[in-house]
């Protein structure tokens, strides 16, 4: 039990690891990462602990992704394409089987072709979670990612019915075409049905909640969660299709005139924000255990003498060739027709076709379809179950690769313009209201709040280079600044205490450094060097500091020492931006000492704390906030109003705002850090 909570942690550890190397290494598929992390992950054994078991694997993962594919999906586009998308995911997926195991047949002949033809249909659905990850790193138009969606939603539910009709073949040794198209049917149309009644049944008991007035939106959410597990189930107890029944219960869901009620409002924030973690899981967890899989699955096939290993790295390379080819002619010959019936040229669609070709990708629902196999077939051909985890691994491999080339990328168009005149004009109607005042502190810290926010948007608004220059220059301000707060604790011009509450301020420098690769290497020895300072002065002087200090009034000292520290680092700052003048950018250096003039009169008129930890620990300006909020709120209907900001910048930004107000009138913020600080012995 413990070393199956061992490799549990290490798994989810994994999700944490993977998602912060795409973080600094933005070029490299996240999916991509944590497929290699899963092959690691293999290699020390995890795959005898975390074992795929195919059936939950459908339920508990791709159900609830598909389930919130379906809700989230734009069925209108959807049926626009449905002619492609029909295509896609039936023709495509059972001429696909059959060619692969055709072809699979002829390499190895010992392996009975109705077997073959399983590994065919394993392999013949796109993978809905694996285009959506690749999907992420390109600007694919609309109309294709319409009909990439709706083949995800539905070629799963083909590739499953066709892979049970090839096991019942190879049972049984018939096959009737016949039969296999009404059970086909028959399983779509009851999937269907089930998902539309489980979905219909939902409603009915949200209806009666609201009717007696039990509506809870914690209750809600769970049943939403439970949705897609309940219509999978249900269905395959009744010898439907599950995943179609959880993809039309997900559309279902969704469906329906939008009533604006506190109760939708507080549902529709938990949902987006709960939702969008479970996503994020299970499609991690989905690449994790491609790695482990195909670890566990392709080491016995590679180490065992019987099978040749060239032969099988040529196979692997035709099938998944082959998948793609026959994508290909399928789609050329559909868009030749559809541009001989527009009086078109074909040459028009061939984007589409090579976008929609190297997006049929495969995934981990391929495994684990292969891996539905019987026990007694598993063991006598385990070779197809190796076939299935290399060719899906090397059709990922390939889009990754291929579509960057056919691929539009993606062009990050950053126009923050109006957003900053808009807080620029919020903070200038702050600083006349707070002359009017006679405590301007809360304006104080709700215009250091703004002026962070004005900051980050002019650095996203610059260039990488001028980004790189702020970043070099960050780095030494948080030098000088290190170099003074040590100084001064070594000599003893500052307390402990006063000690710790500078670093807070560090901290705040620290965040405020959007660091890249490139100066990821120097951000992380400045952070690291400062903490080992920060260990060996806390170990060599804290028993003479406290001793010395010991029945001091803490709190009115520490202000004082902290304005004085702030002024001299200011002072040496000030005169190194100075000497950089004509080696990083004039209009930045300029921009950085103005800031720093700013925050000095802030220091000297507000005090440190009130500046740099009652903003975060217990914020005591919450009226001016709101005022701020407000004004924004004012100035984006008078721009969108003007044409100065399209409506979906407007609404981007009421988003924002909606966010950061939410989150300012929250009071369950611990105090303990700040009680700590305000104690005063009796």
Not at 228 to 235: G, Y
Not at 255 to 280: M, P, R, Y
Not at 655 to 679: C, P
Request: proline share 2%; hydrophobic share 50%; charged share 20%.
């Amino acid at each position: 039990m413990i070393h199956t909570v061992f490799y549990v942690i290490i798994f989810f550890t994994a999700l944490v690891i993977s998602n912060v190397i795409n973080k600094v290494f933005p070029k490299i598929p996240l999916p991509l990462i944590q497929v290699v992390f899963g092959l690691i992950l293999g290699v020390f054994g995890a795959g005898e602990v975390l074992r795929l078991n195919s059936t939950l694997f459908l339920a508990f993962i791709i159900g609830p992704l598909l389930f919130r594919e379906g809700e989230e999906a734009d069925v209108k586009s959807i049926l626009k394409h449905g002619r492609t998308v029909g295509l896609l995911v039936f023709p495509v997926v059972f001429i696909t089987a059959l060619v692969i195991g055709f072809i699979g047949h002829s390499f190895y002949i010992a392996v009975p072709l109705t077997a073959c033809f399983a590994l065919g249909a394993s392999l013949g659905p796109t993978d809905a979670v694996a285009v959506a990850s690749l999907s992420e790193r390109f600007e694919f138009p609309k109309r294709i990612m319409s009909v990439l969606k709706g083949e995800g939603l539905f070629n799963d539910a083909s590739g499953i019915i066709a892979f049970q009709f090839a096991i019942l073949a190879l049972t049984t040794g018939k096959f009737s075409l016949g039969n296999a198209l009404s059970s086909l049917m028959m399983s779509a149309v009851g999937g269907a049905l089930v998902g539309f009644a489980v979905a219909w049944m939902t409603r009915l008991v949200l209806t009666l909640m609201e009717d007696v007035a039990a509506q809870d939106v914690t209750g809600y959410l769970m049943l939403e969660i439970i949705l897609p597990l309940l219509a999978f189930f249900l269905a395959e107890e009744l010898h439907v299709s599950g995943i179609i029944a959880v993809v039309v219960a997900g559309v279902m869901q969704a469906s329906g005139f939008k009533k604006i009620t506190l109760f939708d409002a507080q549902v529709e924030k938990v949902t987006e924000t709960v939702w969008g973690t479970v996503t994020f899981i299970l499609n991690s967890i989905v690449f994790l255990f491609l790695g482990i899989e195909l670890q566990q699955i392709a080491t016995p096939i590679i180490q065992n003498a019987y099978y040749d290993n060239v032969r099988l790295l040529i196979t692997v390379l035709v099938l998944a060739a082959t998948l793609f080819i026959v994508r290909y002619i399928m789609l050329s010959v559909y868009y030749g027709f559809v541009a001989k019936k527009r009086g078109q040229k074909f040459s028009r669609y061939m984007d589409d076709i090579l976008l929609l070709t190297f997006s049929g990708v495969k995934g981990t629902v391929s495994i684990a379809t292969i891996m539905l196999l019987p026990d007694e077939i598993a063991e006598k051909y385990s070779l197809i179950i190796f076939l299935t985890a290399s060719v899906t691994v090397v059709s990922f491999l390939t889009g990754i690769l291929v579509l960057p080339i056919v691929a539009p990328k993606k062009e990050e168009r950053v126009d923050n313009i109006a957003k900053i005149a808009i807080l620029t004009s919020v903070v200038s109607e702050l600083e006349n209201e707070a002359k009017k005042t006679r405590n301007n502190l809360g304006y104080i810290t709700t215009i250091d709040t703004y002026q962070a926010r004005i900051q980050k948007l002019i650095i996203g608004q610059e260039s990488s280079t001028m980004t790189a220059e702020f970043n070099a220059l960050q780095l030494l301000i948080l030098r000088l600044e290190n170099e003074g707060l040590e100084n001064a604790f070594k000599n003893n011009d500052i307390s402990v205490k006063t000690y710790r509450i500078y670093q807070t301020y560090l901290k705040e420098l620290e965040r405020s450094i959007v660091h890249r690769f490139v100066s990821s290497l120097a951000f992380a020895i400045a952070i690291f060097m400062r903490a080992i300072r920060l260990v060996l002065s806390m170990i060599l002087h804290i028993n003479i500091n406290f001793n010395r200090k010991k029945g001091r009034r803490m709190v009115g000292d520490s202000k004082a020492e902290i304005r004085d520290l702030y002024f001299k680092n200011t002072a040496l700052i000030m005169e190194s931006l100075e000497n950089l003048e004509g080696v990083y950018d004039a209009d930045l250096i300029n921009y950085l000492q103005s800031e720093r003039l700013r925050t000095s009169q802030q220091i000297a008129v507000g005090g440190f704390i009130n500046r740099f930890i009652n903003k975060r620990l217990r914020p005591n300006n919450l009226d001016e906030m709101m005022r701020g909020y407000y004004l924004e709120r004012k100035l984006i209907f008078e721009y969108e109003a003007d044409g100065l900001l399209t409506a979906r910048q407007a609404k981007a930004m009421r988003k924002t705002v909606n966010a950061l107000e939410d989150y300012s009138m929250n009071d369950n913020q611990s105090n303990l850090l700040y009680d700590f600080l305000e104690y005063k012995p009796k």
